[in-house]
């Protein structure tokens, strides 16, 4: 199979494996796994932080970090289409008993006069706004630039706030940046990435920040439950991921560019350019897609369905130029058959 539907679907590498099999393990709770050691110092230091923890998802790592940094009935600042408003399950009110002050995105960024006006003053009525949360890459496909970053972290440090990076897929936005993911991270008190996505682990994210809030977050994370024994077999697939693959990123975003190159020139197809930052290719369609899935895939192509008018196509470590190809020609096929 051929699976464009996401970067989630990267099936651990033949190295990974055998770090798995020959990796040394401890009790990661008493925090004796050498393995987990080495990666969460690896992590700390390709984000320019102080400290790193090892977590099962992106979704506990954003929790985690609002829970580690909020009160109870505070109110914190998200995007309305942020994975941590729309894909956690709602966690932030289960987990932190926390609100949200939403705010829609342009292009990925929450304007600025819009957050500015969304920090609550001291009032008896108001819960307190102690966290601003950013997505960068954002979802949408696009990443953040810089300058944005600085000035959002700006108004939250002149108004006693902690950030919060969603960098799920950072090291893709530091590819398209051009520049160390150190330069992303700078501009955020705490950053989650995943080690799952595009850099190929079969598990788990990090999040990084101060040793003392990474002190407290392995509280919570025991907590949660995510306290974990002999898990240097997963951290050990997180060391070839840092070590290997995120220098490989490069490559998807360069074949996204070849798949929307490609699509663009089939007028049935609109390929949206404007949000052509990693590794994701979204594009409208003019023709009747009813059956498009299942005659992809009884080609052995697999991709999601429609969100609102378009389709995203993800590339990954395990789709190669031969399999873009094959996807375009399939779709042409599709069309010709009307
Ligand atoms: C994938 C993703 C996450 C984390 O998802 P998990 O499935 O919990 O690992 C968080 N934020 C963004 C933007 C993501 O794309």
């Known amino acids: 199979m051929i699976d464009f539907r996401s970067d989630t679907v990267t099936k651990p590498t033949k190295e990974m494996r055998e770090a798995m099999a020959n990796a040394i393990v401890g009790d990661d709770v008493y925090q004796d796994d050498p393995t987990i050691i080495e ?15 090892f977590v099962t998802s992106g979704t506990m790592g954003n929790q985690l970090s609002i829970y580690t940094q909020t009160s109870r ?24 008993g926390v609100s949200y002050h939403l705010i829609q995105e342009i292009d990925g960024m929450m304007p600025l006069k819009y957050i500015e006006k969304g920090i609550r003053g001291i009032d008896v009525h108001y819960p307190d706004t102690s966290l ?24 939250a440090k002149e108004n006693n706030l902690k950030v919060h990076l969603d960098g799920a897929r950072l090291f893709n936005a530091a590819i398209h940046l051009n520049v160390d993911a150190t330069e992303i991270t700078k501009y955020a008190d705490s950053v989650t990435f995943c080690l799952s996505k595009g850099l190929a682990s079969p598990v788990g994210s990090m999040l990084c920040g101060t040793r003392e809030f990474i002190e407290k977050a392995r509280r919570g994370r025991k907590l949660l439950g995510g306290g974990m024994r002999q898990v240097g077999v997963l951290g ?33 197809f609109e390929v949206d350019f404007n949000r052509l930052d990693i590794n994701m290719v979204f594009v409208k369609t003019n023709f009747d897609y009813s059956n498009l899935v299942e ?5 052995d192509i697999l991709i999601s369905g429609y969100k609102g008018q378009y389709l995203r196509l993800a590339c990954h470590n395990d789709i190669d130029k031969n399999d873009i190809d094959k996807l375009v020609s399939n779709f042409k096929e599709y069309i010709e058959r009307g």
């Open 39 to 53: 990666l969460e110092e690896l992590a700390a230091k390709m984000t320019g932080k102080e400290a790193s923890l």
């Open 73 to 96: 009935g505070d109110e914190i600042i998200v995007g309305k289409s942020a994975h941590i408003k729309n894909y956690e399950v709602g966690a932030s009110a289960v987990i932190s």
């Open 132 to 155: 601003i949360c950013l997505e960068n890459a954002h979802g949408s496909g696009k990443v953040l630039p810089l300058s944005y970053m600085e000035s959002v972290y700006k108004l």
């Open 236 to 268: 050990a697939t997180g060391l070839v991921s840092l070590k290997k693959m995120v220098k490989r990123l490069k490559e998807d975003h360069d074949n996204a560019l070849y798949l929307a190159n490609k699509l663009d020139l089939i007028k049935e």
């Open 295 to 299: 005659f992809l895939r009884e080609k």
